[in-house]
């Protein structure tokens, strides 16, 4: 049977690891190399690194970056960040990423989705989603919308009509990020990330929230994600990943031990 | 050791190679027959699919190459595929090491998602391929194209159904999932056919 995968993400700023919480106030975490080895080590599925730097000069130091990664990680890895077309992804492949993940400049020209898929295939195109809903205007699982820049900026789209579009488009996998939750560490927004597994026919990564192992469970078994990801409770340590999985393969969720 | 990586038009070639330097072998990326005849392994790697890159295998020569090789030869995903008769992939005549079809997922469930991604055990393996391995072992798999098991089956994986996550016939070693990303496992895997 097909394991849940538990996802480390590295945001990577300056060829460093940082992580935002609620989108600010970003704090150092690491050398992503050393990092995402030890990860591989302690049993992490994937990988995802993230440049947040995205200007010029950052990107040709990200690919440097990649690079490396690809040499001494054993374990797929996706990368994001900055990512506008179809060269950044051509260029990042080679470089040696497994995926890539596209965000902003899939709201922006959604044709990139079929783009990437029919270049390189939709195994290598994640499609990640940032979202939003407003507690004052209904309940969760509606009325969510989608982000871009960062999450700075709201479109004009809605979270289960965009993910059913990039599915159509050719998206290998979407990754969900709630905003809502994102560092909050009160658990995924297993709701929405129900609605999606349940109608989507490609891989969901359930992406903001994580603070305890239960809500790891809690995202497999209610949400039915495929994956979970998060970033400060393991950069800090504060859930090392061989104990979570024990935790998880007790609990009756299948991971890879 | 000498390893060639036979060089052609599909992806994640350079996957490989990184996985080999790790072992600490300097492997040569080739599509130069004599180099491929010459290597004392041959790594037959790749992700793609199956019509575009046999015809490209054919217009450059290296299907007669390949087939013909005698050292060990380790296919990987599309490579493996590549080995067998013939692929439901754009209907496609593969190189025949391997008498069987490939088929595509089809699947029964909602939770059957194709391509298959992630990581997956294999059982029933026998091979010394898999030595040391005492329990059921997770590797990294990403197909939408499977082999059945049949008689050169040495590794089977439970994914709709049974199928043959790895091969061997003579000097032909296959694994349909990716040694290069199934972390110490996959080390493990490509380290016993360097020592075969």
Known sequence: MLAKRIIPCLDIKDGQTVKGTNFVNLR???DPIELGKLYSEQGADELVYLDITASHEGRKTFTELVKRIAREINI???????????????????????????????LRRPELIDEIAKNFGSQVCVVAIDAKYNPLMGVEGLDWICYINGGRVPTEHQLFDWAKEAN?????????????????????????LRKLTDSLTIPVIASGGAGAKEH????????????????????????????LKLYLANEGVNVRL | MKVAIVKYNAGNIGSVENAVRRLGIEPMVTDDAELIRSADRVIFPGQGEACSTMTYLKAHGLDEVIVNLKQPVLGICIGMQLLCRHSEEQDTDCLGVFDV????????????????????????????????FEKKEFVYFIHSFYVPTCDWTIASTNYIQPYSSALHKDNFYATQFHPEKSGAVGERILKNFMEL
């Open chain 1, 28 to 30: 150092q975490a690491g």
């Open chain 1, 76 to 106: 797929p890895f996706t990368v994001g960040g900055g990512i506008n077309e179809l060269s950044d992804v051509d260029r990042l492949l080679n470089a040696g990423a497994d995926k890539v993940s596209i965000n902003s400049a899939a």
């Open chain 1, 216 to 243: 790891f469970r809690d995202t497999f078994i209610n949400g039915h994600s495929d994956a979970a990801l998060a970033a400060s409770v393991f950069h800090f340590g504060e859930i090392p990943i061989p104990e």
């Open chain 2, 101 to 132: 079809e490939v088929k595509r997922f089809v699947p029964k469930v909602h939770e059957d998602k194709v391509p298959q991604m992630g990581w997956n055990t294999i059982e029933d393996t026998k091979s010394p391929l898999f030595k040391g």
């Open chain 1, 168 to 192: 159509e488009r050719g998206a290998g996998e979407i990754l969900f990020t709630s905003m809502n939750h994102d560092g909050v560490k009160h658990g995924f927004a297993d709701a929405a």
